[in-house]
């Protein structure tokens, strides 16, 4: 099998596919409030046209993809698309990332479909702060998720963007979930794109700054190994039952081994989150493009995959980021 390889070795085999640039929350370091300029429903792709570069890239030797938005559940029969892409048998894992307000009547055809996990994004425990974050008042409902999942048969994983000035003094809080339940924690630094450019924040909330707010309550931390190409640097406190780890996404010391390509809700490929888009998918598939062709293409574009985010941000043609984490695919 041709395998996508970059010219620095890597071989990538990972998909982040954005289903949706809309979301029902209006998360501060993601959106203005008043939301985002949201695109015609036909400029994003099909169902059909995302199985089909699902397909064609799983050929490629893409086994694990992650579907995001947005937020995934406001698009109509995205369940139904989970349900198409679990026969996909090249497909080793299917994840999902969610705010979690709209799943949880769902959870039970998502164990019967095998997908294999889930990343719910919550950050903060607090109903009042998660309401200033999010400007939506859901947290009952994102905490019944958050419940429902742990007794599921998926692996559950909390995303908890650490906001300068925000929810700083929670990150303790977060750990202890993992004392007595087998949650995976993790907090990522946070990406300020909220469709007006970055956000004005009181103090950088790095990930040295964050593993000094836990070592500072925590004795004893072990590190916890994991894979090559993982997102995080993973740990556990002595005796608990989960893990934690930290996500160095706007610092960008994970870039070195990544295996990850991303496609936008309006089919733009994309080689890094901090690139500005190399190839309009949506087009050149509606322009006829055959199977052996978007191989063709696959192939030669991680080939323009830059070794890390500094570098991708530096070749952008229209400036720094600016966009909303929800048009990028969050």
């Not at 139904?80 to 026969?87: C, Q």
Request: hydrophobic content about 35%.
């Amino acid at each position: 099998m041709t395998r996508l390889i970059d010219k620095y070795g890597r071989e990538i085999s990972y998909l982040r596919l954005a289903v949706t640039d809309r979301c029902n929350l209006r998360c501060q370091y993601c959106m203005p409030a008043k939301g985002i300029d949201i695109v015609n429903r036909k400029e994003l792709l099909s169902y059909k046209e995302m199985y089909r570069v699902t397909r064609v890239l799983s050929e490629l030797g893409v086994d694990k993809i992650r579907l995001t938005g947005g937020e995934p559940f406001v698009r109509k029969d995205f369940v139904n698309f989970l349900e198409s892409l679990s026969f996909n048998k090249n497909l080793k894992e299917i994840n999902i990332t969610t705010n979690g307000a709209l799943i949880a009547n769902h959870i039970p055809l998502l164990e019967r479909i095998k997908i294999n996990a889930v990343n719910l994004s919550i950050d903060s425990l607090d109903r009042k702060r998660f309401f200033e974050i999010t400007r939506r008042d859901v947290f009952p409902e994102v905490w019944e998720t958050y419940q429902q999942l742990l007794h599921s048969n998926l692996r559950l994983k909390l995303n908890v963007v650490i906001q300068s000035g925000v929810n700083t003094k929670e990150i303790n809080d977060f750990i202890e979930l993992t004392k007595n339940d087998k949650v995976s924690v993790r907090f990522i630094e946070e990406m300020p794109f909220n469709g007006k450019g970055i956000r004005q924040v009181k103090e950088v909330w790095d990930y040295n700054k964050i593993l000094k707010e836990i070592t500072q309550k925590y004795d004893k931390i072990i590190p916890v190994q994991a894979s090559k190409s993982s997102t995080s640097k993973n740990f556990r406190i002595e005796g608990y039952q989960g893990t934690f780890g930290i996500i160095p996404a706007f610092t960008r010391s994970i870039c070195t081994d990544c295996n990850r390509i991303r496609i936008t809700a309006t089919g733009l490929f994309k080689n890094c989150l901090f690139d500005d888009g190399v190839f309009n998918l949506k087009n050149f598939i509606r322009k006829g493009a055959s199977d052996n062709d978007l191989k063709a293409l696959f192939i030669a574009t991680v080939q323009q995959k830059p070794l890390n985010g500094f570098i991708a941000e530096a070749n952008r043609k229209k400036g720094k980021v600016s966009e909303s984490m929800s048009t990028i695919g969050g």
